[in-house]
C-alpha cells in the first residue's frame, strides 16, 4: 500500500508561483504514473498534470505554458511547478498515484490564488 504526503499549498497573489511536492511511500516498485488533480468548491475533480513511467506527460489545457510537472525517481516524489497562477486555480490539490493495484491518493493540499 502506497502513503502519498503532500506540501508545498499556501496563499499567493494572482501571477505569483508556488511548488507542490508529494512523497511515496510503501509499494513503490508498483508505481505507473504520478500525477495531480484538483477540486474547486462545487466542481468535480479535475486532472491537472501526470508524468508516466516512460514519460509521457498530460496537462489539463487550462494550465499548459504555466504548470510544470516533474518527478524525481529516485526519492519517489512528484512536483508541480504552477506559474502565472490565476484565482480560478483556487482549489484542493491531491496527489494522486498509479499503480498495479489501482490509485492511491494523498490528503490535499489547499491552493488560495488572491485577485
Known amino acids: 500500500q502506497l502513503r502519498l504526503v503532500e506540501s508545498g499549498g499556501g496563499l499567493v497573489q494572482a501571477g505569483g508561483s508556488l511548488r507542490l511536492s508529494c512523497a511515496a511511500s510503501?509499494?513503490?516498485?508498483?508505481?505507473?504514473?504520478m500525477g495531480w488533480y484538483r477540486q474547486a468548491p462545487g466542481k468535480w475533480r479535475e486532472l491537472v498534470a501526470i508524468?508516466?513511467?516512460?514519460?509521457?506527460?498530460n496537462y489539463a489545457d487550462s494550465v499548459k505554458g504555466r504548470f510544470t510537472i516533474s518527478r524525481d525517481n529516485t526519492k519517489n516524489t512528484v512536483h508541480l511547478q504552477m506559474n502565472s497562477l490565476k484565482p480560478e486555480d483556487t482549489a484542493v490539490y491531491y496527489c494522486?498515484?498509479?499503480?498495479?493495484?489501482?490509485?492511491?491518493w494523498g490528503r490535499g493540499t489547499q491552493v488560495t490564488v488572491s485577485s
Open positions: 494522486n498515484v498509479e499503480h498495479y493495484g489501482g490509485n492511491s
Open positions: 508524468k508516466r513511467n516512460d514519460g509521457i506527460t
Open positions: 510503501g509499494s513503490i516498485n508498483s508505481i505507473t504514473a
